[in-house]
């Protein structure tokens, strides 16, 4: 069993490290997916609104909430009936905007790639409120 154990803690931190260079390649594709959304939305240090909101910390906010931005009646509605910003739902919203949140004034058609959504979320988790790192960066794991 000695001789064992250290086969397995190798084995462990092999399968470690791979998917932590995995997390890091979903994280830099989603750094150039994100370039079609950089022409409306900011993030990262220093980040400000433009003609979307600023997305550090995004995830856990209440849709049509970040402070100072004016969203669409659309959008504040779907954060008063509840919309909060979850990898679920902005996997979904990214897919169809307009579909997911009717009337919101966001032009953008969608990403009809679930391989490039994954890795815009994946990137936008790397950002908290001050656009670094997030505590809990790296921790996307795109649905099998």
Request: glycine share 10%; hydrophobic share 40%.
């Given at each position: 069993?000695?001789?064992?154990?250290?086969?397995v803690?190798?084995?462990?931190?092999?399968?470690?490290?791979?998917?932590?260079l995995?997390?890091?390649?979903?994280?830099?594709?989603?750094?150039?997916?994100?370039?079609?959304?950089?022409?409306?939305h900011?993030?990262?240090?220093?980040?400000?609104?433009?003609?979307?909101?600023?997305?550090?910390?995004?995830?856990?906010?209440?849709?049509?909430?970040?402070?100072?931005?004016?969203?669409?009646?659309?959008?504040?509605?779907?954060?008063?009936?509840?919309?909060?910003?979850?990898?679920?739902?902005?996997?979904?919203?990214?897919?169809?905007?307009?579909?997911?949140?009717?009337?919101?004034?966001?032009?953008?058609?969608g990403?009809?790639?679930?391989?490039?959504?994954?890795?815009?979320?994946?990137y936008?988790?790397?950002?908290?409120?001050?656009?670094?790192?997030?505590?809990?960066?790296?921790?996307?794991?795109?649905?099998?």
């Amino acid at each position: 069993m000695k001789r064992i154990w250290p086969a397995v803690v190798s084995l462990a931190a092999i399968l470690g490290a791979g998917n932590a260079l995995a997390q890091d390649d979903l994280v830099a594709a989603g750094e150039q997916v994100y370039k079609k959304c950089a022409a409306c939305h900011a993030v990262g240090e220093g980040a400000k609104h433009r003609v979307g909101p600023h997305q550090n910390d995004l995830f856990g906010r209440v849709a049509g909430t970040a402070e100072g931005f004016n969203y669409s009646p659309a959008m504040k509605a779907a954060g008063e009936a509840g919309l909060v910003w979850t990898e679920e739902s902005l996997s979904a919203y990214l897919k169809n905007p307009r579909n997911y949140v009717p009337k919101t004034k966001m032009i953008f058609p969608g990403l009809p790639k679930q391989e490039d959504i994954d890795a815009v979320i994946a990137y936008l988790k790397t950002f908290d409120a001050d656009g670094e790192p997030a505590a809990d960066a790296n921790t996307y794991a795109p649905p099998s």
